[in-house]
């Protein structure tokens, strides 16, 4: 079964697991000095923060897969979206084993499918994001010239 993946950028890694604790009344399943995850059931969503320099807000939304098969089946629909998609196999990423693809929806929202293998002991950055926001560069959302990220 598949789960939802939500990646959030945040400032103050401390004040948004104390404030992500309450709110899912859980604590993280993975707590590193940069990084937290909740894997919740209700809903079923892999909650992901972690304050690394880059600017807060959502940094990526992803489909999590339980097995090869699952990932090859959301890979096919990938290829289908007409936008460039990029793989990644046996990557280490957010303290984690894994592999995955990545493609930017027409806003310009990075997305990544991914089936994970094991624990990892460094967050690891394969860079993947920023590769990706190179290739897919879209117009901006609405006319005030902001990235096509920013709700206008």
């Known amino acids: 079964m598949k789960r939802f993946h939500v990646h959030v950028a945040v400032d103050d890694i401390d004040r948004s697991v104390e404030f992500y604790t309450t709110l899912f009344a ?31 807000g959502v940094d990526h939304l992803g489909i ?3 097995d090869a098969a699952e990932l090859a089946e959301v890979a096919d629909r990938l290829a289908q979206a007409k936008a460039p998609v990029l793989e990644e196999t046996a990557t280490t990423c957010c303290y984690a084993k894994s592999d995955k693809q990545w493609i930017a929806d027409p806003q310009g929202v990075a997305w990544e ?19 990706l926001a190179s290739v897919a560069a879209p117009a901006p959302a609405c ?5 096509a990220t920013h709700a206008c």
């Open 113 to 131: 499918t991914f089936l994970t293998h094991g624990e990892a002991t460094v967050y690891g950055n394969a860079g993947a994001t920023e590769r």
């Open 26 to 56: 859980a604590a993280p399943a993975v707590r590193k000095p940069d990084y937290a995850k909740w894997m919740l059931d209700d809903p079923r969503v892999n909650f992901a923060i972690s304050q690394r320099g880059t600017a807060a």
């Open 143 to 147: 006319g005030c010239g902001a990235k």
């Open 64 to 66: 999590q897969v339980e």
